[in-house]
């Protein structure tokens, strides 16, 4: 089955700097790629998705890239606000319906002031 | 986008008892729901996979009959736990996809099980 990596498990940045976190997975036929946004005691929010036809996505602040060959895709926050704390989770599925999403470990982003 | 709506929120039981959780789709329907469970600091990890009107695909490791999952109907997804005991203290979260490929996936708002 699939499996994701993500690393790393822990990002400190300064307010107004770049935060990018790097994902891998196994299954070459996983064609969908989303990024989620946790904060405490809540559900997972996305944020941002791709999926593999495609290289890159940008919705304002936040980026994500993916390169299929290596089977690896990231995610890029440009300017770092506080509010941008949590934890950030990539995930990863075949995009047929009726597949689960399968989720990398989980990075903890902190933004100070 | 769509909404899933998990209740209840927070839970406490005593030990031995059962609880259900409840996952609807609030304005589309959804085949397929799927439960994970976190635990403090970590991922999601995927127990079950439910299929409206058929029985529940369990992963690996996951009690079938510890944790029961029925699926009546096209918004409406359950997860109960059976005689529970502090070790099933944890965060279940349920999401549901609108289908088809490339699907986003929509998740509840969590809930917190504390068995005492």
């Known amino acids: 089955g699939e499996n994701v990596e993500q690393h790393p498990s822990t990002l400190s940045v300064q307010e107004g700097d770049s935060a990018v976190i790097k994902c891998t997975y196994s299954?070459?036929?996983?064609?969908?790629f989303p990024w989620y946004k946790q904060e405490l005691g809540k559900g997972p929010q996305l944020i941002i998705d791709?999926?593999?036809?495609?290289g890159e996505k940008k919705d304002q602040r936040i980026a994500v890239t993916l390169n299929k060959t290596a089977k690896h895709f990231s995610l890029h926050i440009t300017e770092t606000q506080p509010e941008d704390s949590a934890v950030y989770f990539c995930a990863a599925s075949s995009g047929q319906a009726g597949t689960a999403l399968i989720f990398g470990k989980g990075t903890t982003l902190s933004v100070s002031s | 986008g769509a909404v899933v709506s998990q209740h209840p929120s927070r839970v406490i039981c005593k030990s031995g008892t059962s609880v259900k959780i409840e996952c609807r789709s609030l304005?589309?329907?959804?085949?397929?729901m799927f439960w994970y469970r976190q635990f403090p600091k970590q991922s999601l990890m995927l127990m079950a996979t439910?299929?409206?009107?058929?029985?529940?695909?369990?992963e690996q490791g996951v009690e079938k009959d510890k944790f029961l999952i029925n699926h009546a109907s096209l918004t409406l997804s359950t997860l109960t736990v059976t005689s529970a005991h502090p070790e099933d203290s944890s965060f279940y979260i349920c999401?549901?996809?609108?289908?088809?490929?490339?699907?986003?996936?929509?998740f509840g708002q969590g809930t917190r099980l504390t068995v005492v």
């Open positions: 304005d589309f329907q959804a085949t397929t």
């Open positions: 791709i999926r593999s036809n495609v």
């Open positions: 439910s299929n409206e009107g058929s029985k529940a695909t369990y």
């Open positions: 299954d070459s036929a996983s064609n969908y």
């Open positions: 999401s549901a996809t609108l289908g088809g490929p490339g699907t986003e996936a929509f």
